[in-house]
């Protein structure tokens, strides 16, 4: 069963993804090609697909194969035409706002904050937006794991 993404052809936003039968992928000698997936997927529901991997996360391969276009995307992520990869949308801090601060590593289908998080052993660090905006030297903040559910 292979995977396919359905991209907005202007904005390159994911709409869905489908998976789509081996039959309605491959040749009469049983070999997998993406352009009769997508030609399937267009004369049943139009728009513009890309095929994508279940099984690739952050650029590698669960199961030990070869990773295909860097991840295996959601409704809301994005597909670059230019590197023909799938990257998630532009995360958000821990207040549900933004992180226009951070920057997308293309090359591995990743968004970075504009400094690493601090590592203080036993400690758990979230993103704060405001806090970036008021200091750009700033932005971690640090938090406490709730034990008891209380």
């Keep these: 069963m292979a995977h396919f993404a359905e991209i907005n052809s202007s904005t390159g936003e994911v709409i869905r993804v489908l998976h789509v039968d081996d039959a309605d992928t491959s040749t009469d000698g049983g070999l997998e090609q993406e352009s009769i997936g997508i030609a399937?997927?267009?004369?049943?529901?139009?728009g513009t697909w890309k095929q994508c991997s279940y099984n690739t996360i952050n650029g590698s391969h669960v199961k030990g194969g070869t990773a295909f276009r860097l991840n295996y995307p959601g409704k809301g992520w994005f597909y670059s035409t230019v590197k023909d990869v799938f990257y998630p949308p532009r995360p958000v801090d821990i207040n549900g706002k933004t992180c226009n601060s951070w920057t997308i590593d293309i090359e591995k289908g990743e968004w970075n904050p504009p400094h690493t998080a601090p590592t203080t052993s036993g400690k758990g660090y979230t993103w704060n937006e405001a806090i970036w905006e008021g200091n750009d030297s700033e932005g971690w903040?640090?938090?406490t794991k709730n034990a008891g559910g209380s």
């Design 40 to 46: 399937h997927l267009e004369k049943y529901h139009g």
């Design 141 to 143: 903040v640090e938090f």
